[in-house]
Structures are given as C-alpha cells and as structure tokens.
C-alpha cells in the first residue's frame, strides 16, 4: 500500500542517513498541498528553517510567497515547497554529495506522492540537481524543460535576488518573468487537451443481386480511433528520478 506524506514525513523526522543529523535542530520536511500542481524546490534548510520546521521562512521566503501570491495568484497553501536536502549543513555552507545521495529518496518520495505537474527549481543548486544539467540557473532560466511526464521551470534563488539588491536588482524582472511562465504553464493544464472527433463515414449502398434479393455486406475495415492524449503525468512514478 502506498503511504501517505504524512507517513513520509514522520519517518523523515528521526532520519539518521548523514551527518547532518547530529548538527540539525529539525528535519524540514516539506509544507503545502499534498495534491499541488506545483512544487517548488530549493537546496537546503537556513538558520530560520532549521529552528521553525518549514522551508523558506525567512527573507528568501517572504519575496517566493509574495511572488507565489502577486503573479501566480496562489498562496503557499496552494502550493508544495521543499529542498533537496532536509537538514541545515553548518553554516548553510553547500551540500555534499553523500548528504545529496542519502536525501535524495526522500525528494523521490515527495515526488511521486504528490506528483505535481510543474516543478520550479529555485537556484543553481536545484536546477543542476534536478536536471542533472552542468549549467548555470542564467542559462537554464526563462525556459521549460520536460521531466518524467513533467514540466520544471528553473529560475533565480529569492536570496539571490535579494542579496542583487531585491527589486532593484538586474535579475528581478527576470525573476517576475519566471513566476509568469509557471502562471502560464499551470493555466495552459488547466484546459483539457482538444478532443480529435473522426467524421462518421457514410453508410455503404446496399448491394443487390440480380433477383433483386440483398447480398450480405462486404466487410468493412473500421480505423482505429484516434486516441487523445492522455493529460495527466504517469502515474505512480518511483523511477530513478534523479
Ligand atoms: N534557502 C533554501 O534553499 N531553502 C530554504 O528553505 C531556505 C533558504
């Protein structure tokens, strides 16, 4: 039986896979909607998140909420947001690869839980990790990439932006643009796809014999009919994701 993310969670929060638990004060697991459309990931717990429990509390937090409330028109409710990694490396200095390798069934579990249909990556370290691209977040930003049945949409970290210089910063509308592009792709799910309707052929004439008497019809090929494409992701998806 599939468990729940509640399940998740509360197995997450007595991890023992690193050695970033002996220096954690909490797991921080994840919040928002566990049937969200969209999930946002970042790299990794700050000094805020480590002592509330939820990822992006802090500044970094406020500017996604607000982008999440001004363009998407979602609240973090609505939403899903998490990290790659789920305890605070010291000094928030950058995760290790064995920390990543022991974290990342947890991201897989999220995943394949909620399966949300976007995916928005916050930073290099995300986008990288996700897309296993070499990349910089400059480069990858402003577009959309297809992922397991899904779309991930990369942009700015929102401390970047606000270590740039916040709204004045050269990268805000760049940033804006961003949170556009997940309002769109989310907008563009939300019609289903066209339907493809195959014109009824025309009865075949009766054919007659010459006692006038009505011979059995000759078989007819019916086409197979043109399936729609099915909108939702594939469900169930415990892949190797990453
Ligand atoms: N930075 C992150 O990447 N994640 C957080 O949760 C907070 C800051």
């Given amino acids: 039986m599939t468990r729940t993310l509640a399940a998740v969670a509360a197995e997450a929060a007595d991890c023992p896979r690193c050695r970033l638990a002996e220096g954690r004060t909490q797991v921080v697991f994840g919040v928002g909607n566990a049937d969200a459309d969209v999930m946002f990931i970042g790299e990794a717990p700050g000094f ?21 409330s001004e363009v998407v028109g979602l609240a973090r409710e609505d939403v ?13 200095r950058d995760p290790q690869d064995d920390e990543i390798e022991a974290c990342t069934p947890w991201l897989v579990e999220q995943v394949s839980l909620i399966q949300p249909r976007v995916i928005a ?51 805000f509308g760049e940033f804006r643009a961003d949170f556009e592009l997940i309002r769109d792709t989310l907008r563009g799910l939300e019609s289903p ?4 309707t195959v014109p ?24 197979e009919p043109i399936g729609v494409p099915d909108a939702e992701p594939a469900p169930e998806e415990q892949l190797e994701l990453f």
């Fill in 80 to 92: 899903y947001i998490c990290n790659v990694l789920k305890c605070r490396p010291p000094g928030n």
């Fill in 200 to 223: 009824e052929a025309p009865p075949p004439p009766e054919p007659v014999t010459a006692s006038g008497a009505v011979s059995s019809p000759p078989s007819v090929t019916v086409p």
């Fill in 48 to 68: 805020h998140e480590d002592k509330q429990g939820e990822p992006f509390v802090g500044a970094a937090g406020q500017l996604l909420t607000r982008m999440l």
């Fill in 121 to 171: 990556t916050l930073g290099n370290f995300a986008t990288k990790f996700v897309l296993q691209t070499a990349q910089g977040i400059t480069r990858m930003r402003g577009s959309t990439y297809p992922w397991h049945g899904r779309t991930v949409i990369p942009t700015f970290h929102p401390a970047a932006i606000l270590r740039g210089g916040g709204e004045t910063s050269r990268q």
């Fill in 193 to 196: 796809p066209e339907r493809i």
